[in-house]
């Protein structure tokens, strides 16, 4: 299959039946194809050719129409073979302005939603945002506040505008000018340092300081030296999933329960885009390529958003695999250029 050439003519109806499919969601029949414009086809030709994508497997025959529907393998040759390029390379305006570089710069989580919604609304389909983890940012500042006599809370706030709290319970009063303190002592030796890096440690000891210095300065370290599963995998922003719902119909829908736990639980799926984070192409999975067998009733279109030194996250499209996928590839492009213009302020 992975060598598979058409002919013209079966590409011809190849593409017919994957662009009225997907505008349609019917079964496409010959006389569908038959009698279009630029289409010289008798429908006996028609019909021949269709049984013949099938018994390749790029079509399936629903027992309950005459028409045909494509399969995963159809529409990967689909967008292998039969989507020029020149047509994906401009996107909706929506996207670029979705992220006004007149406006104040907001912070990352707000662009971040900003741009799946942005995705949805153009593709009528899931935007999917994957966050930078949490150790990809720098330390902006440290707070130390005393809450109670013996409840302290760290509060460490990220390049990127994240905002992170710890609470500490002590069994004795801690002293407000010792918190006080270790904040301008926190300050003085992480800013400008990755979150979680393990030179966060070393930074933090220091022999000249008097005991209970050190004991406590010890105690806060772990606010900035140890991330939960949560914070080191990044967050994950879903745009359009109440238009998604409303939009699809009921055959769609059968397909969309798994893709909706999935982002319930949000683990897989992340560990699924992280993918695209390994080229620099478009990252296109359709159907059963999908290596998650929750998630193989649907299609992802993804790419790599960052900075000129790695890449941070991905923007995505999921849906239905009968989506339009020339305005899909167009839409993560679009938003991954945009969001990487973004965010090379911050990730400098």
């Known amino acids: ?23 349609t969601a019917a079964p496409v029949g010959s006389k569908n194809i038959a009698g279009q414009e630029g289409i010289d086809f008798a429908s006996s030709t028609v019909r021949s050719e269709l049984a013949r994508l099938e018994r390749l497997e790029l079509l399936n025959h629903p027992h309950t129409s005459a028409g045909r529907v494509p399969t995963d393998a159809g529409y990967r040759y689909y ?37 799946a919604d942005a995705m949805s609304q153009v593709t009528n389909m899931l935007g999917v945002v994957t966050a930078p983890p949490a150790q990809s940012a720098t330390i902006r500042r440290v707070e130390v506040l005393v809450l109670q006599p013996q409840l302290v809370m760290v509060v460490v706030i990220t390049s990127t505008g994240a905002v992170t709290k710890r609470m500490f319970a002590f ?4 002293d407000p000018r010792l918190a006080d303190w270790a904040s301008d002592f926190l300050n003085e030796r992480l800013v400008g340092l990755a979150v979680g890096a393990r030179t966060l440690g070393s930074r933090l000891a220091d022999p000249s300081l008097g005991h209970r210095e050190q004991e406590f300065v010890a ?130």
């Open 79 to 115: 967008v292998d073979h039969l989507v020029p390029r020149s047509e994906v390379a401009l996107a909706p305006t929506a996207i670029a302005n979705a992220l006004d570089v007149g406006e104040i710069r907001r912070e990352v989580d707000a662009a971040m939603r900003r741009i």
């Open 171 to 174: 069994d004795h009063a801690v």
């Open 1 to 23: 299959m992975a060598d598979l050439r058409l002919t013209p003519r079966q590409e011809t109806i190849l593409r017919i039946v994957v662009e009225r499919h997907i505008a």
């Open 219 to 348: 105690a806060l370290g772990s606010a900035l030296t140890e991330l939960d599963d949560e914070e080191t995998q990044g967050a994950l922003y879903v745009g359009g999933q109440a238009r998604f719902l409303e939009d699809h119909r009921a055959q769609d829908l059968l397909e969309m329960g798994s893709l909706m736990r999935a982002l319930e639980e949000r683990y897989a799926l992340l560990h699924l885009l992280r993918g695209a984070l390994t080229g620099n192409d478009v990252y296109l999975r359709i159907g059963a390529e999908v290596a998650d067998p929750d998630l193989r009733g649907v299609s992802i279109v993804a790419a790599n958003y960052g900075v000129t030194r790695r890449n941070l996250g991905t923007v995505s499209v999921i849906g239905p695999t009968r989506m339009d996928y020339r305005l899909a590839i167009a839409t993560v492009r679009e938003a991954a250029h945009a969001l990487s213009a973004y965010v090379e302020e911050v990730y400098e």
